[in-house]
């Protein structure tokens, strides 16, 4: 026993004494978390933070809509959401840097102040300045690529439930976040990577020609309130552009990127998460379901209602409830039937039965569509003339008091000459002495100079100017086609398929989505209603149904025949080009789908709903793909 109690404190002493040297070599603090190590990661997360808070502040689910790549910089370049992009960027990138220069070694030489010496005053110290220039620079290049690819979108599932799902068909149209991110993380690490290079290869250029002195001025101004420095130091000629400073400005800003890339994903993810919550409906568990989602469906008149308020965040919290209501809506038709009858059976309520309303405002969404096709096909008509009175037109002749003038030319007519001298006296002379209508403008006008010019050459001259001036006209045309086709003139070029895409969504932000959400959910509640609807109501609006649809499937036919195609849509070659339009595509492969489900459920009760032969026939055919059958 002896023996054993010897060797415990053998073995006990002996424990402790290795630990006693790992905490002598901070091996111990460099893990525990509440340490610096804790207080670092502490801080770190603010720079998350400041992203976190830029994506709900300018969140949103729509496209952005519009016919150029060039229209869309136009439109979001002098914005207040450029300004917060760029603000918030620049503070995390800040925060970072700070975090990061407190954080590094004295070896690092990254101190504001390189400390006074026997033979030397206190200095401040470039290499830092250098160093939150460049994680600065990192935070205008994350700015400009978060506004170009849109950063700000959610991007929801077009299509959100399977056409008809089997037992044991996962229905679910979102894949789980982690699972996911698992997914895109070597793709987000490579594209940091490539971020950071291209950036920080370009950074020294730009800090010695962009930052250098101001980054170099505002910093000794305040350094002077901390420390005792000069009251003047002048800047160095060479920028301290040391091969270990250009790595750290590399890793620094390569670790930035992929927390900003990290932080971008998963919000992207976890908020384009279907609404369903434990099995159910997001809004199951509320006093008013019915209710709350009657409010998310028309929460597009509450928006223009709050844009009156400065709260951009709460604008873009109703636009996601919006998205979410109607993504909810398709759930609830296909995969609940209790709550899906609950919509059939509740008609007493303010506005109208819950059926109604819902109907309202799915045929709203497609409805809108026939509107925006009519509107871009309608041709621009000309603007009356302004009415004169009828005293002015026709006013009451004076006496005549001496004969009337004569009608001819004053001057002999001359022998036609080629000189130059004549021909400009000739052009000269000619000036005013032809009348002119009243409110035809001042002979002097340029437009009417150049043409009296013109006419004033002789016939050989005028037939070789007009040849020379169409030669101009065409080489200056093919030019400019040449330019356009090339890749400066691509942000230039409005094609069909960006013109589709603005008829069919609508702007400024539109989403494809909530239509094919709308068409489905009332077409599988009008399937449903047939054993479902205890009152009988939806049957009477079957044929409202049909001929929406029907009226809206032909219009976009019509609309990607006759499609306006501009001059800078040089990919376009004949008509065949215009019908490959994604979104006008994707919305009639929707309204066949469910044109077909109601005509299959509806088609032998046509005759008691008042449907006609020929609306039948209409529909059918509507509800036929023309390309399938050719």
């Known amino acids: 026993m002896w023996v054993f109690n010897s060797a415990l404190e053998l073995l006990g002493n002996g424990l402790w004494t290795q630990i006693d040297l790992w905490i002598e070599f901070k091996g111990f603090w460099s893990w525990f978390p509440i340490s610096r190590t804790g207080i670092r990661t502490l801080l770190l997360f603010i720079p998350a933070l400041a992203a976190y808070i830029l994506r709900v502040a300018q969140m949103h689910v729509g496209a952005r809509v519009t016919l150029s790549p060039f229209d869309t910089f136009r439109q979001y370049l002098i914005r207040y959401n450029t300004i917060q992009t760029l603000g918030w960027y620049a503070f995390s990138a800040w925060w970072f840097s700070e975090v990061y220069i407190w954080s590094a070694s004295d070896d690092s030489n990254l101190n504001w102040v390189i400390k006074a010496t026997s033979w030397d005053r206190p200095r401040l110290n470039e290499r830092p300045i250098y160093l939150t220039s460049t994680l600065l620079t ?33 229905t679910q149209a979102t894949v789980p976040p982690l699972v996911q991110l698992r997914a895109d993380m070597p793709q987000i690490f490579s594209r940091a990577l490539q971020r950071a290079i291209i950036t920080a290869t370009a950074s020294p250029l730009v800090y010695a020609i962009f930052f250098r002195r101001t980054a170099w001025s505002w910093t000794y101004f305040f350094a002077k309130a901390v420390w005792k420095l000069p009251k003047a130091s002048a800047l160095s000629a060479i920028p301290p552009l040391h091969i270990l400073l250009l790595l750290r400005g590399l890793t620094s800003g390569f670790m930035l990127l992929f927390l900003w890339e990290i932080v971008n994903q998963t919000f992207g993810l976890y908020v384009a998460q279907e609404p369903v919550k434990r099995g159910k409906p997001l809004t199951e568990g509320s006093r008013d379901p019915n209710g709350i989602l009657l409010n998310g469906l028309k ?44 919509f059939f059976e509740d008609i007493d309520r303010k506005g109208g039965s819950t059926w109604s309303q819902i109907l309202a405002a799915c045929l709203g969404e497609i409805e809108g569509i026939n509107t925006r096709i009519q509107e871009a096909l309608r041709s621009p008509t000309p603007a009356p003339a302004p009415q004169q009175p009828q005293s002015a037109q026709n006013p009451k002749p004076l006496p005549r008091i001496a004969p009337p003038l004569r009608d001819d030319k004053v001057f002999k007519p001359t022998a036609p000459s080629h000189s130059t001298q004549e021909m400009i006296g000739n052009f000269t002379k ?20 150049i043409q009296r010019a ?41 094609t069909v398929q960006r013109r589709a895409a603005a008829v069919i969504l609508g702007g400024p932000l539109g989403d494809l989505g909530t239509i094919v959400d709308a068409v489905d959910a009332i077409a599988r509640l009008a399937v449903s209603s047939l054993t479902e609807d205890p009152f009988g109501k939806v049957q009477a609006d079957v044929p409202t149904i049909i001929r929406s649809y029907t009226s809206t499937i032909n ?14 849509d040089v990919e376009f070659v004949g008509r065949e080009g ?41 529909a059918r055919e509507a509800a036929t793909d023309a390309s399938v059958t050719r």
Request: net charge positive; aromatic share 10%; no cysteine.
């Open 430 to 449: 000619s000036i005013g002495q032809d009348p002119l209508p009243p409110g035809s403008g001042s002979p002097l006008d340029p437009k009417r100079l």
């Open 578 to 618: 215009a019908r490959e339009m994604k979104e006008a595509d994707l919305a009639l492969e929707s309204l066949r789908a469910a044109l077909g489900e109601v005509l299959k459920g509806f088609g032998e009760y046509a005759d008691d709903m008042g449907m006609s032969i020929g609306d039948m026939r209409m």
């Open 454 to 494: 013109h006419a004033s050459l002789p016939e050989k001259r005028q037939e070789a100017l007009a040849k020379e001036i169409q030669n101009a006209k065409l080489t200056f045309d093919h030019s400019l086609v040449a330019v356009i086709r090339s890749y400066i003139g691509h942000p230039f070029r409005r």
């Open 138 to 170: 990192f935070a205008i290049v994350q700015s400009f690529l978060h506004l170009f690819y849109d950063y700000d979108r959610v991007s929801f599932p077009v299509t959100k439930t399977a056409p008809q799902p089997s037992e044991g068909q996962s």
């Open 555 to 568: 219009n976009i036919e019509t609309f990607k025949e006759k499609v306006p195609v501009d001059w800078t």
């Open 299 to 342: 929460s597009r008149k509450d928006v223009t209602k709050v844009r009156e308020l400065p709260k951009i965040p709460m604008l873009l919290v109703l636009m996601i409830g919006q998205a979410f209501a109607f993504w909810e809506l398709v759930y609830i038709s296909q995969r609940f039937p209790v709550r899906r009858r609950s």
